[in-house]
C-alpha cells in the first residue's frame, strides 16, 4: 500500500487550488485525477469578481483566461426581459481552460499529480484504486465534483423527491450568436427548470440546463426537450436554433441545496462534496476554489486535525449563499412567480445587485503565512 500525508482526489478547480497551496508550503502532499487528458466538464464557467480575485492569488492571470467578459445579468421569462448590470465585472470561461491553468500552475509550483488513476472506494482515509492498488493518508481532500465516491457518497435523500439533472449543449461560434448574447449571462426560467447562456473564450456560447426529472420524462428525451423548450420559450428557440452538432452532455441527480455541516479528523470535503449551490447563483466555481484554498490553508496550520474545524465554519459561510440561491431556484422555476418578479426587477435592478453580492463566498486569498483560514 502507498501511503502520503495528504491525498487529493480530483483535479478539477478544488483540487488543483488545494494543491497549489500545499506545494507553495512544501508539504508533501499527492493529487490523483481520474482523466488522462483535460475535458470540458458540463457546467461551470462563469466566473464571479471574488472568484476572479481568488485565481489572482494563485498566480493565475485573469487575462489568460480569454476575451470574455461578463458585465450584465439578463432574465428572461416567457415574454418577459429584465437586464441589469452585475456589481463588478465578471468572465466566462470553458472549464477545459480553467482546469488547464490551474493544473499547470499547481505543477509550476512543484505538486504532485497522477493523472488517469481512478478512485473506486474511500475506505478509513484510504483510497482503492481501479486497479486494485490502495493508496492511504493522513489527510484526504474530497474534490470529485458532482462525482460520488463509494464510502464517501453524499446522501441520496439530497437528490429531493423530484431530482435535478443537468444539460448542456453548444451554440455557434457565429456573429449572431455574440449579438444575441454579448457581454451578459442570461437565464432563460420556465417551468421546472432554468437555462444559462454565456459566451465563453472560443466564441461558442454554453447553454447550461438545470431541469427536474419529472419534466425531462413528460418530454420523453434532451431531444424533445429542446425542442419542447424552444417552442415554449421563443427567445431561448432563437438561441438553440445555433445550436452546433453533437450530443446533448448531461449528469444525473445534482443534489442542489446540500452542505456537509460537520466535520471529521482527516477529511476535507472541497467544492460539490462540501455544498452543492444552484448554478443560476454562478458561484459553483468560486466555492470549489475557495474551499481549496482555504482546506489547504488550515492543513498547513493545524494538520489533519484541523478538518473538522475547516468543515464546520465553511458549512456556515454557505448556509447564506446556498439558501438564497435555493429560494431563488424555487422561484425561478415557478412560472407564475417569475413573471410576477421579473417587472419589479425592471424597476428596481439593485434587487439583483443585492442579490448577486449576497450569493458570494468570502473571498479566500492564498497565503504562504498560514496561521488560519481566513474567508
Known amino acids: 500500500m502507498r501511503r502520503t500525508p495528504a491525498l487529493i482526489v480530483g483535479g478539477g478547480p478544488a483540487g488543483a487550488s488545494a494543491a497549489i497551496i500545499l506545494a507553495r508550503a512544501g508539504l508533501p502532499h499527492l493529487l490523483i485525477e481520474r482523466n488522462r487528458e483535460t475535458g470540458d466538464v458540463l457546467c461551470g464557467g ?8 481568488s485565481l489572482a492569488s494563485l498566480g493565475v492571470d485573469p487575462q489568460a483566461l480569454g476575451p470574455a467578459r461578463v458585465t450584465r445579468v439578463r432574465l428572461l421569462a416567457g415574454d418577459k426581459m429584465v437586464e441589469a448590470s452585475l456589481p463588478r465585472p465578471a468572465h466566462a470561461v470553458s472549464r477545459h481552460r480553467l482546469d488547464t491553468l490551474l493544473l499547470a500552475r499547481a505543477e509550476a509550483a512543484g505538486a504532485a499529480i497522477e493523472r488517469g488513476v481512478t478512485v473506486k472506494a474511500i475506505e478509513s482515509r484510504a483510497a482503492r484504486l481501479g486497479d486494485g492498488a490502495e493508496i492511504a493518508a493522513e489527510a484526504l481532500f474530497l ?12 446522501p441520496d435523500s439530497a437528490r429531493g423527491v423530484d431530482p435535478t439533472l443537468g444539460l448542456r449543449v453548444r451554440l455557434g461560434p457565429a456573429p449572431a450568436v455574440e449579438r444575441m448574447i454579448g457581454d451578459a449571462i442570461e437565464l432563460h426560467l420556465f417551468d421546472r427548470g432554468y437555462a444559462g447562456v454565456v459566451l465563453q473564450e472560443d466564441g461558442t456560447a454554453n447553454l447550461c440546463m438545470a431541469v427536474h426529472r419529472s ?14 423548450l424552444g417552442r415554449e420559450l421563443p427567445a431561448l428557440g432563437e438561441r438553440l436554433a445555433w445550436r452546433a452538432t453533437g450530443a446533448v452532455d448531461a449528469v444525473a441527480n445534482v443534489p442542489y441545496g446540500w452542505r456537509a455541516r460537520q466535520g471529521e479528523t482527516g477529511l476535507f470535503r472541497l467544492g460539490d462534496q462540501a455544498g452543492v449551490i444552484p448554478s443560476l447563483a454562478g458561484e459553483g466555481i468560486g466555492i470549489a476554489i475557495a474551499s481549496g484554498i482555504r482546506a489547504a490553508t488550515a492543513y498547513a496550520a493545524g494538520g489533519s486535525d484541523a478538518a473538522t474545524a475547516f468543515q464546520t465554519r465553511l458549512a456556515r459561510d454557505l448556509a447564506r449563499p446556498i439558501g438564497l440561491a435555493g429560494l431563488i431556484r424555487d422561484g425561478a422555476e415557478s412560472p407564475r412567480i417569475a413573471r410576477a418578479v421579473l417587472p419589479i426587477a425592471r424597476i428596481a435592478p439593485i434587487m439583483i445587485d443585492v442579490v448577486a453580492r449576497l450569493t458570494r463566498i468570502g473571498h479566500a486569498r492564498a497565503d504562504t503565512r498560514f496561521t488560519a483560514a481566513k474567508g
Do not use: C, I, N
Not at 215 to 228: F, K, M, S, T, V
Open 46 to 53: 462563469f466566473l464571479s469578481w471574488r472568484t476572479l480575485e
Open 143 to 154: 474534490a470529485s465534483g458532482k462525482h460520488d465516491v463509494r464510502g464517501l457518497a453524499r
Open 215 to 228: 419534466r425531462l420524462a413528460e418530454a420523453g428525451d434532451p431531444e424533445r426537450l429542446l425542442e419542447a
